[in-house]
């Protein structure tokens, strides 16, 4: 197989060929988002996709952390202390292991594999992501942030756990649709601007197409075993970014194979992306830092951990991410 060029930007023009999708218009309409690795606490390490640079979002999504396979057998696992948001929502996605969610609305979550937790930051939340007291075996997920348009950037804070999601199927495909619709199965979850989340698994075999929104812009991302997109290995660490325009996804790989898909009509805001908020301006950010410098976020009740302090606002003015 060939491989494609990549750049020092960590993103390459997807030179692949492949089987003619007639459904498809012609020209290019795929790049590589390749993950760069980055600390999220000094001992939980992290493939951070999204934001890429050149490409800040993918529909509303405007962050995409993946993690684990990780052993946590008489470790901290995850142990993020309580910390603000602005102007997103949050969803949480695991493979493997438990996490417990703490907010500042009073919120205490456990959230496994199959279940969603979605955050909605709105004004403003404070919230803590915690490995259960006496973690065992293996921790595995992803963490995504979804930013709020700007008629519902401010909205008042929300939390929301999900367990029962809808899973369609396609021949030997079958997603767990996460956030928004797929093929006309809709999660329940609250969301502010039309896009998917989904992840999706293979069976091994045959393959199995599913339908897309072709307003949509796409991301797909391997998260574990096996899986082809059109007759090509996805590569780990290595998201397909995928144009408006596309129909379907031809999807096969080995049992256990698992992706994400992450979609949504292309965000057009301003999108002002700093620390941990999502505002139309820099002012706006700079303010959501000094509101949690200076105490003014609801607490989160929580024991042993401590507050995450804001980093130093970088010189010169915040600007938006395109
Ligand atoms: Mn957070």
Same mark, same amino acid.
């Given at each position: 197989?060939?491989?494609?060029? *990549? ?15 007639? +459904? ?21 390490? *992290? ?18 952390? /993946? ?45 496994? =594999? ?7 930051? $709105? ?5 803590? !992501?915690?490995? =259960?007291?006496?973690?065992? $075996? ?5 963490? @995504? ?5 700007? /008629? ?15 899973? =369609? +199927?396609? %021949? ?5 649709? @996460? ?10 979850? +609250? ?27 796409? /991301? ?5 075993? /096996? *899986? ?6 996805? !590569? ?20 256990? $194979?698992? &992706? ?7 965000? +057009?805001? &301003?999108? *002002? ?8 301006? %820099? ?10 410098? !200076?105490?003014?976020?609801? =607490? ?5 951990? &401590? ?11 915040? @600007?938006?991410?395109?």
């Amino acid at each position: 197989m060939r491989s494609p060029p *990549v750049t020092d930007e960590g993103r390459a023009s997807d030179p692949y060929a492949g089987p003619v999708d007639q +459904t498809r218009p012609p020209g290019p309409d795929t790049e590589l988002i390749r993950a760069r690795r980055a600390p999220l606490t000094a001992t939980l390490a *992290v493939e951070r996709y999204l934001p890429a640079r050149g490409r800040p979002t993918v529909g509303a999504w405007c962050f995409l952390d /993946a993690y684990g396979p990780l052993d946590v057998d008489g470790g901290p696992g995850m142990a993020v202390g309580p910390h603000p948001h602005t102007g997103l929502q949050t969803v949480t996605w695991l493979l493997e292991g438990t996490v417990v969610h703490h907010d500042s609305l009073g919120s205490h979550q456990p959230i496994h =594999p199959g279940q969603l937790n979605l955050m909605t930051a $709105g004004a403003g939340i404070a919230h803590a !992501e915690l490995s =259960p007291e006496h973690p065992t $075996g293996r921790l595995q997920g992803v963490q @995504l942030w979804v930013a709020l348009p700007e /008629a519902s950037r401010r909205v008042p804070p929300a939390f929301e756990h999900h367990a029962d999601l809808p899973r =369609p +199927t396609w %021949g030997p495909v079958q997603a767990t649709v @996460l956030v928004g619709a797929l093929d006309g199965a809709r999660s329940g979850a +609250t969301t502010f601007s039309p896009l998917v989340g989904a992840e999706l698994s293979v069976a091994g075999g045959d393959e199995g197409v599913v339908p897309l929104d072709p307003d949509f812009e796409h /991301a797909l991302v391997a998260l574990d075993g /096996a *899986v082809a997109l059109d007759g090509r290995p996805l !590569e780990p660490g290595v998201a397909r970014y995928l144009a408006p325009g596309r129909r379907s996804l031809r999807l096969a790989g080995g049992p256990g $194979g698992r &992706a994400l898909l992450l979609g949504g009509e292309p965000f +057009t805001e &301003a999108l *002002v992306m700093w620390w941990n908020f999502v505002g139309g301006s %820099g002012e706006e950010v700079a303010q959501a830092r000094q509101d949690w410098e !200076e105490g003014r976020f609801a =607490p989160v009740p929580v024991a042993g951990v &401590a507050r995450v302090p804001a980093p130093a606002l970088p010189p010169g003015r915040l @600007l938006p991410r395109r």
